[in-house]
């Protein structure tokens, strides 16, 4: 893997619950030459639209800054750390992050938007129905920002997938010395939702990409829940 390309498609439009994410993404492809899609394409996907289209907005009073606080508790199963009006807790998908990934960015005012209750069951929702409406094989992604223990600023990270896998482990193939690997595991479906927020960006109005080019051999079935989730038992900070 030499070259990859990376671009977002435009025309997606505003998302409202029960919009079918697979047909608007397949029209809005198909009106660009330029972002036809092809098998083996992954589309990642930002995760507020996805919320938006199942439904998973809870309206908040607007004119009140903490009104989302007691969403923050109800979605989570842990409160891990507090300081002031921030809360980093565990969700119930076994997420680690800033009140319990509830989001009030690009929403319309008095409302928040909830993670989805299932990312890798949506992912394979959208991928099943871009299956069946286009006939292209492709993998998606769910992506959404999280910042990180020890490190400033935010990145987009996989909430969920379907079609690509979420780590590839390379533990006993040889690096570039011809070493053997003793514990190197690549967190693939992170690296595509980070390498395609650099063309969604956050207020540009483009909640999906397509990154091509990817390792053919990652394509296969996947799930962040299942693979890239620490498990408590193998985690050293909880």
Known sequence: ?????????????????????????????????????????????????VSKAENRLVAIDPNDPL????????ESVRILRR????????TTHGFVC??????????????????PVDSDRSARRIRDGLRHRSGVEVAVVISDTF??????????VAIGCAGVAGVVDLRGT??????????????VVDEIAAAAELVMGKSTGIPVAVVRG????????????SEVIRKPSEDLFR
């Open 1 to 49: 893997m030499s070259r990859m390309e990376i671009f977002g498609i435009e025309g997606i439009g505003e998302i409202s619950a029960g919009t079918n994410l697979a047909d608007v993404i397949a029209e809005a492809a198909a009106s660009d030459q330029g972002t036809v899609l092809r098998d083996g394409d992954v589309l990642v996907v930002t995760q507020k639209i």
């Open 67 to 74: 009104s989302h606080k007691p969403l923050v508790e109800q």
């Open 83 to 90: 300081r002031g009006d921030l809360i980093i807790s565990e």
């Open 98 to 115: 800033a009140n319990a990934g509830i989001d009030l960015s690009n929403v319309e005012r008095g409302w928040a938007a909830l993670l």
């Open 147 to 156: 910042g990180r223990a020890w490190r400033r600023g935010v990145t987009d």
């Open 174 to 187: 040889a690096d570039a010395l011809g070493r053997e690997m003793q514990v190197t595991e690549v967190a």
């Open 214 to 225: 990817i390792d053919p051999t990652w394509l296969r079935d996947g799930s962040v829940r």
